[in-house]
C-alpha cells in the first residue's frame, strides 16, 4: 500500500484567504459584521406568516445527547425540591414558601451552540491572528462573548440536503459542496444571496437517536468538504455564519487530505465565519417542504460567556 502523508493545516491552507485585519486589528466578531440594519430589515420582512421555530434540542434529553467525542452531555442536578423542605434544617420562609433550584454542569459546546472564533486554530495564531496563547485560561480574545453582545440577526437559508439527496439522513462521511448548496436552493425554489446566514439540514443526528453508543463507532459525520473555490465562495457570499444539524458542521475527516475539520480552520479561523453546531431543524424543515417557503428572519442570542469558547443557544427562525 502507498504511504499517505497528513498535510498539516498549516500546509493544506498555506494560500487560503484571510480576513484578518478587515475590520480592525481589534475585531473579535469577523464576518458577523457582515450582518448590519440593512440586513436585519431585509429579514424582517420575511415574516409574512407569523410562524416561530425554535431550533435547539433538548439540554438533558432523556433520548440522550449527542456531543463531540470526548465531550460529555450536560448534567442537570436537582438541588432544591420538596423534599429538602421535609428536613427540620430547611429554612422557613414566612408565608411558607417552598421552591425547586438546579444546576447545570455542561461543556458549552453541547447541545446546540455559538463557537466563539478562538474557538479552533493552528500554527499558533487564532482569528484576526491573535496570538493562540491568549486562550490559556480562557479566551481573551475572540470568545463567544462579543457575539453574544451584537447578538445575530439575519436572513436564514435552509437548505434541506437530506431532502434534496432524497433520503431521510445523508451517510456517515457523506460530502457535499458549496456547488451542491446551489443546486439544492435552486430545487427548493429559493436562493442564496449574499450575507445569508446558511441553515443546512442532513438529519445526521437522527441516526445517534436510533443508535445511541453505537453511533459515535467510525466517527465521522456528513457535510460540507473543503476546496479552495467552496472557500472562495464563502468569502464572495459574505457568509457571516453557519448553521446546522451536526456536531461540527463539515465531514469530519476530509477525503481528499485526511485532515480533520479543515472547515472550522478555512472559514472560522480564517474567514471570521460563526459556526454554529447540533441545530434541531426537523419542525423547521418539515414546514419548509410544506409551504415552500425555505428563507426567514434568523435571531440568536448566545449567552454572554466571559472568555467562554462557546455559548449554549436556542435560535429562532420566523416566517
Ligand atoms: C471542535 O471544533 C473540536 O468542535 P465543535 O464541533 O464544537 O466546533
Redesign the pocket.
Known amino acids: 500500500e502507498p504511504e499517505t502523508t497528513v498535510p498539516s493545516l498549516e500546509e493544506l491552507l498555506a494560500d487560503s484567504p484571510t480576513n484578518w485585519g478587515k475590520w480592525g486589528d481589534d475585531d473579535e466578531v469577523g464576518s458577523l459584521n457582515y450582518l448590519g440594519p440593512e440586513q436585519v430589515l431585509a429579514a424582517v420582512g420575511l415574516v409574512r406568516q407569523g410562524k416561530v421555530f425554535t431550533l435547539q434540542r433538548l439540554i438533558g434529553d432523556p433520548k440522550g445527547d449527542p456531543v463531540?467525542p470526548g465531550?460529555t452531555p450536560a448534567e442537570r442536578t436537582q438541588i432544591l425540591d420538596e423534599s429538602t423542605w421535609d428536613s427540620p434544617d430547611a429554612p422557613q420562609y414566612p408565608g411558607g414558601l417552598h421552591y425547586a433550584d438546579d444546576k447545570i454542569n455542561a461543556f458549552l459546546?453541547g447541545s446546540t451552540?455559538y463557537?466563539g472564533l478562538g474557538?479552533?486554530w493552528y500554527g499558533g495564531k487564532i482569528w484576526n491572528g491573535y496570538d493562540a496563547r491568549t486562550t490559556i485560561g480562557g479566551l481573551d480574545k475572540a470568545s463567544v462573548e462579543p457575539i453574544a453582545q451584537r447578538g445575530v440577526v439575519g436572513r436564514a437559508v435552509l437548505l434541506d440536503m437530506a431532502r434534496f439527496r432524497g433520503k431521510p439522513t445523508l451517510d456517515k462521511g457523506e460530502t457535499f459542496t458549496h456547488e451542491d448548496l446551489v443546486a439544492c436552493a435552486q430545487a427548493q425554489g429559493t436562493e442564496i444571496r449574499k450575507r445569508d446566514i446558511l441553515v443546512i439540514r442532513t438529519n445526521f443526528l437522527q441516526l445517534f437517536f436510533e443508535q445511541g453508543e453505537g453511533f459515535y463507532e467510525g466517527f465521522n459525520e456528513p457535510g460540507l468538504v473543503y476546496s479552495p473555490e467552496l472557500v472562495q465562495w464563502f468569502q464572495d457570499m459574505e457568509i457571516p455564519n453557519l448553521v446546522t444539524d451536526?456536531?461540527?458542521?463539515e465531514v469530519t475527516t476530509d477525503p481528499n487530505n485526511g485532515v480533520?475539520?479543515v472547515l472550522?480552520n478555512a472559514l472560522?479561523r480564517n474567514l471570521g465565519v460563526t459556526?454554529t453546531?447540533?441545530a434541531d431543524l426537523e419542525a423547521l424543515a418539515a414546514d419548509c417542504a410544506e409551504d415552500g417557503q425555505y428563507d426567514g428572519l434568523y435571531v440568536a442570542a448566545p449567552l454572554k460567556v466571559h472568555q467562554g469558547s462557546?455559548s449554549p443557544v436556542n435560535p429562532v427562525v420566523l416566517k
Open positions: 463531540w465531550r459546546q451552540q463557537d474557538h479552533v451536526t456536531i461540527a458542521n480533520a475539520l472550522h472560522m459556526l453546531e447540533i462557546g
